[in-house]
C-alpha cells in the first residue's frame, strides 16, 4: 500500500511527470533488464528477450491545473490541464509546484451571500474562480509563482470500508503500480515484454502514440481506470460496472471510436479469467478513451486490448476504487500474457 500510495500523492500532470517517473524508474530497475526514459517523458522497461514484443501501457500523468496570469491583486487566473468538472473545483485545495518549492492555494469564488439569485443557478466556470495564495498583491504573487507553474489538487489517499480506497491520481496511478506489479511477476520465454508509464495521456494519448512508435509491438495491453456504475443517480444502462466484481475488460471505447479491442485478445483475457476464477465485467463504453486508442492505429495496426479499474468519481480530487479489482487486474495480465 506504500507504494500505491506514493504513487498517487505524487505530482504530475501531464508533462511535468518528473516525480512518477522517478518512483517508475526505480521500481522498474529493480525486476526488468532495462529501463530508459524517453525524450517524450516516458519510462520504457524491458523484460526479456524473445522475438515477440508485447507492449504494455499505463499513463504516469493525472489531471490538474495551471497558472495563466497573476492578477494586480496577487490571486491566480488558471487553466485546465486535461478533462475537468468545473464543478468540481470551487473551494478545493491546491499544491502549486514552483522551482522554489510547494506553494499552497485555495480555489476561491465570490461567496452565496453576495451572488445574485441568477448567479446561484450556474455554475461556476473556471475562467470564473481564481487561486488565492494569500499573497497581498502582483508582486509577492510573482514572488511565489510564475506562469506556467503545473497544479495538482491537494494530494489525499486513505481507505474506505470494505476494501475500498480513495485518494488524487487514481486515474491512473493504479495503472502504474499494476505495471510494476506485473514486471516483477511476469514469466514469459518467448517474449520480451515492453512495460510503458506512458507521458501526457489526458491531452491527447500523446506519450503512448511515441512510445508505441518506437518499440513498434505485435501486441499490446492498456492499463487504466473506468466508470464504475455503482453509485445514486447512474442508470445501469449507463455504466452497469461494479466495484469489487472485478476489473473491465473493454470491447471498446467511446462508442467505438477509441480501442476496437482485437478478438484475439478480447479472448485470451476472457479465456484466462474463467481458467483462473479471475472475476471479470465487460466494458463497453460511450465516452472516454485509453492509450489503447492510440497504440492500436500505431503503424501497420497492433492488435490490443485495454484492463481497466471500475472508478467511482474518476477525474475528482479523491476517487474511489477497490483494492481488489486492482489485484485482479495485475493478476489476470500476468496470466494472459504467456498466451499471446
Ligand atoms: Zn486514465
Sequence with gaps: MELLEKLCRASGISGFENEVQEIMKK???????????????????????????????AHSDEIGLMVKHISKEGFLNFVKIG??????????RVIIKTKKGDVTGIIGAKPPHLQKEEEKKKVMKHDELFIDI??????????????????????????????????????????????IKIMRQVKVKDATIYAVATAQEEVGLKGARVSAFKIDPDYAIAIDTTIAGDTPYIKENESSLKLGEGPAITITE?????????????????????????????????????DGAIIYITRAGVPTGVVSIPTRYIHGPSSVFCLDDLNNSIKLVVCALPGF
Excluded at 478533462?83 to 478545493?92: A, N, S, V
Design 27 to 57: 521500481e522498474f530497475s529493480k525486476s526488468c533488464d532495462d529501463v530508459e526514459v524517453d525524450n517524450f517523458g516516458n519510462v520504457i522497461a524491458r523484460k526479456g528477450k524473445g522475438k515477440k514484443k508485447i507492449m504494455l501501457a
Design 83 to 92: 478533462g475537468i468538472d468545473d464543478r468540481i473545483l470551487m473551494q478545493q
Design 134 to 179: 494569500g499573497a497581498k498583491d502582483s508582486d509577492e504573487a510573482k514572488d511565489m509563482v510564475a506562469v506556467g507553474d503545473p497544479i495538482l489538487l491537494e494530494p489525499n489517499f486513505g481507505k474506505l470500508n470494505n476494501n475500498l480506497y480513495f485518494g488524487k491520481a487514481i486515474d491512473n496511478r493504479l495503472g502504474c503500480y499494476a505495471l
Design 254 to 290: 467511446a462508442s467505438g471510436r477509441g480501442v476496437v479491442t482485437h478478438p484475439k485478445i478480447r479472448e485470451i483475457l476472457v479465456k484466462t479469467a474463467v481458467e483462473k476464477k479471475i472475476p471479470y465485467q465487460v466494458d463497453v463504453l460511450e465516452g472516454g478513451m485509453t
